[in-house]
């Protein structure tokens, strides 16, 4: 339907009437007590998660937290002071391992499983998702029964055979490597399991039109699949790496030489036998410290955890 329009020249012209429908609002409009009701439990979902932060990082800024635990929280806490952090970055426990060598372990440790579960797990993933081989069913179902065993009910067969690899002065066990390979056991079903999810939304026209364009299976999987999957890569990795920043029980349970030991570790030798005897400052400015870098992990990585990067890929 249209409505005519005699322009400055006479000449008429037809100009589209807008039908009713089209600028109407869809939907009911939010009255002014839904609105309030909403934001009072965002509100409250804030303050819960934040709350615990600005507790830990009082408490970190709180000479007093060395003595005695404090009970309620002050945002600048009565002297006020970095003497926790200075004292965490010169020793950080009685051990003698200094916080960079810590601070290296984890990150090999994190950044080695994460990588690892990725690689492997983006090849996988892609094999049984895209490929019908005999098995293919039985190994799907052996990699959700891993996903579903509990972590703590694999430590006593690692610990074995681990135990078992020894070359010369080296034992596999007692090392960063042997944690590294024993984290893997869980994180790379994970992988397979979420980057499989993912690539079967992907659709198949897409390589298949690469196909036709002329590149090889290795290219499509390269070109086309791989930068449509990012943001399932990137928070597999992301995951696998904050598996491996904050794993202890693995460590906790292998490692006995100090140069090995990782921040979680050093974080559980900072507690005392009672809350009374635990130097609570100099915990909350270690907890800090090992949050910061999933912090910076996170935010480098922002970009790339929205979905939706196939919408509109389709030839044509």
């Known amino acids: 339907m249209s409505e005519t329009t005699v322009s400055t020249t006479g000449v008429a012209i037809a100009k589209p009437k807008v039908a009713y429908a089209e600028s109407h609002i869809v939907g009911q409009e939010m009255t002014l007590l839904k609105q309030i009701i909403f934001q009072l439990i965002l ?3 804030t303050f819960t998660v934040i709350f615990p932060i600005l507790w830990v990082v009082s408490m970190s800024v709180d000479p007093r937290a060395d003595v005695l635990r404090p009970t ?7 002297g006020f002071s ?10 950080p426990t009685t051990n003698p391992v200094s916080l960079p060598i810590l601070f290296l372990n984890s990150l090999l440790l994190a950044a080695g499983s994460s990588f690892a579960s990725v690689m492997v797990g983006v090849f996988a993933a892609y094999a049984f998702s895209r490929f019908k081989f005999r098995g293919r069913q039985v190994l799907m179902l052996a990699v959700i029964a891993v996903l579903i065993l509990p972590n703590v009910a694999t430590l006593a067969p690692l610990f074995v055979l681990l135990n078992r690899v020894i070359i010369g002065d080296f034992n596999l066990r007692n090392s960063l490597l042997g944690v590294g390979l024993a984290l893997l056991t869980t994180l790379l079903p994970f992988s397979i399991w979420n980057l499989k999810g993912y690539i079967d939304t992907i659709p198949k026209e897409l390589e298949e039109a690469a196909l036709i364009d002329g590149c090889s299976p290795n290219q499509t ?12 890569i990137a928070i597999t990795a992301f995951l ?15 490692l006995t030489h100090p140069d090995n030991f990782t921040l979680a570790m050093t974080l559980y030798n900072m507690t005392g036998q009672f809350a009374s005897s635990t130097p609570w400052s100099h915990f909350s400015a270690m907890s800090v410290i090992i949050a910061l870098p999933v912090s910076v992990v996170y935010l480098a990585l922002q970009k790339y955890m929205s979905g939706g990067l196939t919408i509109g890929g389709v030839k044509g």
């Open 43 to 45: 509100l409250f979902i």
């Open 72 to 78: 309620t929280l002050n945002l600048i806490p009565p």
């Open 82 to 91: 970095l003497k926790a952090y200075i004292d965490i970055l010169q020793k």
């Open 221 to 232: 999987f390269f070109r086309i699949m791989l930068p449509l999957a990012t943001p399932a």
């Open 240 to 254: 696998g790496f904050m598996s491996g920043w904050t794993e202890f029980y693995l460590s906790w349970q292998f």
